[in-house]
Nanobody, 117 residues
Framework: QVQLMESGGGLVTPGGSLRLSCKFS????????MGWYRQAPGKEREFVAT???????NYADSVRDRFTISIDTPKNTLSLQMNTLQPDDTAVYYC???????????WGQGTQVTVSS
């Protein structure tokens, strides 16, 4: 059973930083790719960043150069470091995963990020 548990959201002023974490279950070798998506009120869920395990990272244009995705393998934790946050970054952020040989998406429960003065 795959479990993804996000943490680290909160309220931050414009220009501030936050670090989101996603604790995942099982072995890293089971995972093909992991990433972050977000959903703002009244909008569809959108891609933020993804890491193909051992291969590459990819970012949405709106967050490139401000956000960094990484994996701490010994701690089974996916992270998203978010710098220079803007009000448009306000959303619920979801951890996402794909596993080798499994044709479905896995999602965490989401964590709220609010950027406001």
């Amino acid at each position: 059973q795959v479990q993804l548990m996000e943490s680290g959201g909160g309220l931050v002023t414009p220009g501030g930083s936050l670090r989101l974490s996603c604790k995942f279950s099982g072995s890293i070798f089971s995972y093909k790719a992991m990433g972050w998506y977000r959903q703002a009120p009244g909008k569809e869920r959108e891609f933020v960043a993804t890491i193909t395990i051992g291969v590459s990272t990819n970012y949405a244009d709106s967050v490139r150069d401000r956000f960094t995705i990484s994996i701490d393998t010994p701690k089974n934790t996916l992270s998203l470091q978010m710098n220079t946050l803007q009000p448009d970054d306000t959303a619920v952020y979801y951890c996402h995963a794909n596993l080798w040989g499994v044709q479905r998406d896995y999602w965490g429960q989401g964590t709220q990020v609010t950027v406001s003065s």
